[in-house]
């Protein structure tokens, strides 16, 4: 059993309180996160039967790490939590190690616990909705104009272009901001939908608007979808690099994080599934292991290691279920 304390000078009345999405429609994500931090802490928590000081709370995009004095680290994931609930300063997570909060309501808290557990839920669906159409982009069943993308300011913008791609052969450059696919306009939407809307069969016709220092209005583009050769950017190669020297140092946690840089840019990259399998479940994450590892069995199903890879992943079911 986990539990955190925080001091506090009220008592609440010993009614259970349930978050739905009506009660948390006006919460943002990064509200919930920064609500959370402030709210967890100067704790205790209750590991092995004794009290420990906490020493540090992390949160990510899909779950919030504590270490306590002794170094020991206690991790969830926030699309795996169960039913969240408060009463009388405590939090519940059914079949779940349990939070007591002692400042005021333990409402805030309970809150920005179900809008990060939502949060992490749609995050987990676009991510695999992007990396099938991924697969078949990597496998050149479907076209693509060379771009590797990432998110700023909510506009897209050009990580790495792909040599001997549509992209590079019209001149578009790393740095370049994409304003417009098509008809629409790309500030506000999400990776993948950015994604969906740049693939589709090779031959056919996209246009692009691209934003670039020195350039008075956007530019329009016309590409033809191609068959892509993928490149590994220099900010993939920076977080394998950092990913790599964390494992060396034991810094397991550390890694999975460092691996995930790495994959959000390059997530066609299938030794990056691997070895954030492997580190995942040097953690004990085994369920986020395992979905990596099928990863990267959908990206490379030939490959030497295959059956040592689903082997795995039939070992670390059975640790899961424990």
């Excluded at 920064?34 to 590991?47: A, D, G, R």
């Excluded at 190669?237 to 999975?256: H, L, M, P, S, T």
């Excluded at 990267?296 to 279920?321: F, H, M, T």
Aim: with cysteine; charged share 25%; glycine share 6%.
């Amino acid at each position: 059993m986990l539990v955190l304390l925080v001091s506090c000078a009220t008592v609440l009345p010993n009614k259970k309180y349930i978050p739905n999405d009506i009660s948390v429609q006006n919460i943002s994500v990064e509200d919930a996160a920064k609500v959370f931090l402030s709210e967890i802490n100067m704790t205790h928590v209750f590991v092995d039967n004794q009290w420990r000081l906490t020493k540090k709370l992390l949160i990510n995009h899909d779950r919030f790490i504590v270490t306590d004095e002794a170094g020991k680290d206690s991790i969830f994931l926030f699309s795996k939590l169960p039913q969240i609930s408060g009463s009388n300063h405590q939090i519940e997570l059914a079949g779940q190690p349990t939070f007591r909060i002692l400042p005021l309501d333990p409402a805030p808290v309970v809150n920005a616990l179900y809008v990060l557990k939502q949060n992490a839920i749609k995050n987990e669906k676009d991510a695999d909705e992007m990396f099938l159409r991924l697969v078949k982009l990597y496998r050149g069943e479907l076209g693509g104009i060379g771009l590797s993308l990432k998110m700023q300011d909510d506009i897209p913008i050009v990580d790495a272009v792909s040599e001997d791609a549509p992209a590079s052969g019209a001149g578009v450059k790393v740095g370049d901001k994409i304003s417009r696919i098509g008809d629409k306009p790309t500030k506000g939407l999400k990776l993948n939908e950015v994604v969906n809307l740049a693939t589709g069969n090779p031959g056919t016709v996209i246009m692009i608007s691209i934003v670039r220092n020195g350039f008075d209005t956007p530019k329009e583009i016309t590409l033809t979808r191609a068959t892509i050769k993928f490149v590994f950017s220099e900010d993939a190669r920076k977080y394998k690099v950092q990913a790599e020297g964390a494992v060396r140092d034991k810094k397991f946690n550390d890694a999975a994080n460092l691996y995930g840089e790495a994959l959000k840019v390059a997530p066609w990259w299938p030794e990056g599934h691997f070895n954030r399998a492997l580190v995942l479940s040097e953690t004990g994450d085994y369920d986020t292991a395992m979905r990596e590892m099928k990863h990267y069995l959908q990206l490379a199903p030939d490959v030497p290691n295959a059956r040592a890879a689903q082997d795995k992943i039939y070992d670390w079911e059975r640790r899961a279920s424990k």
